[in-house]
């Protein structure tokens, strides 16, 4: 069946932007997760989701950092303000539920100029 | 707060050699995953390990977990340059919340 997808694949965008980013789970997974991977490095923890709530947001940052999943499926990470220092892969993970194994999608190259 | 170490860091083999991956974790959990990531694409499900003692085997690597030495291992039988990757463990310290990742293991598997 379908992965996880996640779009943009690539953004490019200017210091001081808004920018969104979707993650589509594999349906029917009810956990999802948003990490941020420099390079060299490996992902880092943002928010964890199960369901429409944010059950841990404690890996968010600062409060530029947003993240919704209203309808319990497709979630939207928004930044506010964009720094240089944001600029990563962004990766979205979905599991059948809490502890279950988080599968990967192909991840959000963000560049902030 | 929890700290996930690996060593090494980057590794260089001989195709047909073997070898040994280490990753060593700071608090209590007993819940370990391994990951492949090739370079610019996702992470890749290898292993999980939910307990003490567990072993694992897909083709030439195995993983295992000593929960009480806070240690899991991933070894490398016979490499092939297919192998070549960077391999990741990550630990679930809550349950689930989420996963605590380690720098990463670089292997290049020569010919």
């Known amino acids: 069946g379908a992965g996880v997808s996640q779009t943009p694949s690539n953004k490019v965008t200017e210091k001081g932007k808004y920018v969104e980013l979707r993650c589509d789970p594999i349906s029917g997974h009810t956990a999802l997760y948003w990490y941020r991977q420099s390079l060299g490095q490996g992902p880092e923890f943002l928010i964890y989701f199960q369901g429409t709530g944010a059950a841990d947001d404690s890996g968010l940052p600062n409060d530029r950092f947003f993240a919704v999943r209203p309808e319990g499926s497709v979630s939207t990470l928004k930044i506010q303000r964009t720094e240089r220092g944001d600029s990563a892969v962004y990766l979205c993970?979905?599991?059948?539920?809490?502890?279950?194994?988080?599968?990967f999608g192909p991840g959000t190259r963000l560049l902030v100029l | 707060e929890l700290k996930v170490e690996q060593n090494p860091l980057f590794l260089s083999m001989q195709e047909g050699k073997n070898y040994t991956i280490y990753c060593n974790y700071s608090t209590t959990s007993d819940r370990l995953y391994w990951y492949r990531q090739d370079p610019g694409k996702s992470l890749e499900s290898l292993f999980v390990?939910?307990?003490?003692?567990a072993v694992k085997q897909e083709g030439r690597l195995m993983a295992s977990l000593d929960t009480k030495a806070r240690l899991s291992t991933l070894h490398i039988t016979a490499a092939v340059h297919d192998l070549s990757a960077t391999y990741f463990c990550a630990v679930d310290p809550k349950y689930g919340n989420k996963l605590v990742f380690g720098a990463g293991t670089i292997l290049r598997v020569k010919s």
């Open positions: 993970a979905s599991s059948l539920g809490r502890g279950e194994t988080q599968y």
């Open positions: 390990l939910l307990s003490n003692g």
